[in-house]
T-cell receptor, first 111, second 111 residues
Framework: DADVTQTPRNRITKTGKRIMLECSQT?????MYWYRQDPGLGLRLIYY???????NKGEISDGYSVSRQAQAKFSLSLESAIPNQTALYFC??????????FGPGTRLTVL | GEDVEQSLFLSVREGDSSVINCTYT??????LYWYKQEPGAGLQLLTY?????DMKQDQRLTVLLNKKDKHLSLRIADTQTGDSAIYFC???????????FGKGTTLSVSS
């Protein structure tokens, strides 16, 4: 089984809809991250969390919110989706050492 | 601010060497990383180098670090079609809390 899973893998939604992307990990890591990837722009950090009670904004947090429900779960919400939030979203985990482990990504399309 | 720059595309023939270059701005980064993203997948750590090293070799991969010029390179020897992917250079942010990624270099290997 994959160590970092994301659901859904693909989602098409309409402008103004609320949507939640979920991430679960079995690696036992405290640190979890949400990134978005856009063609030609690389990965940009949206939010990160170092434990259940710790939530921090990243480079591009506007229009997004997160919830750390448990050590293993970190969800990303778009309260009112807009077309420029169409992107590939990645969750990642880390123990604080060198490596971040990435999920397979969620492709979100906002019409 | 912190920034990581890399060229967007590289095209090589199978069997040739590939060299992907990266420049970064934060000289305090303890580690510098190379991640690989295959089509339709998340990112996987390919290799990393400690900031007090000049070179690291791992099978077909050679990482060179020039701290004076803040330049990092990844050399892939005997490039194979399976090496076709997007390669991301990354440094740690100044707080050591997250990674800053370059925009990614798409490596295309032709047979």
């Amino acid at each position: 089984d994959a160590d970092v899973t994301q659901t859904p893998r693909n989602r098409i939604t309409k402008t103004g809809k609320r949507i939640m992307l979920e991430c679960s990990q079995t690696k036992g890591h405290d640190r979890m991250y949400w990134y978005r990837q856009d063609p030609g722009l690389g990965l940009r950090l949206i939010y990160y969390s170092f434990d259940v009670k710790d939530i921090n904004k990243g480079e591009i947090s506007d229009g997004y919110s997160v919830s750390r429900q448990a050590q293993a779960k970190f969800s990303l919400s778009l309260e009112s989706a807009i077309p420029n939030q169409t992107a590939l979203y990645f969750c990642a985990t880390s123990s604080g050492a060198n490596e971040q482990f990435f999920g397979p990504g969620t492709r979100l399309t906002v019409l | 601010g912190e920034d990581v720059e890399q060229s967007l595309f590289l095209s090589v023939r199978e069997g040739d060497s590939s060299v992907i270059n990266c420049t970064y701005t934060d000289s305090s980064s303890t580690y510098l990383y190379w991640y690989k993203q295959e089509p339709g997948a998340g990112l996987q750590l390919l290799t990393y180098i400690f900031s007090n090293m000049d070179m690291k070799q791992d099978q077909r991969l050679t990482v060179l670090l020039n701290k004076k010029d803040k330049h990092l390179s990844l050399r892939i020897a005997d490039t194979q079609t399976g090496d076709s992917a997007i390669y991301f250079c990354a440094e740690e942010d100044q707080a050591g809390t997250a990674l800053i990624f370059g925009k990614g270099t798409t490596l295309s290997v032709s047979s």
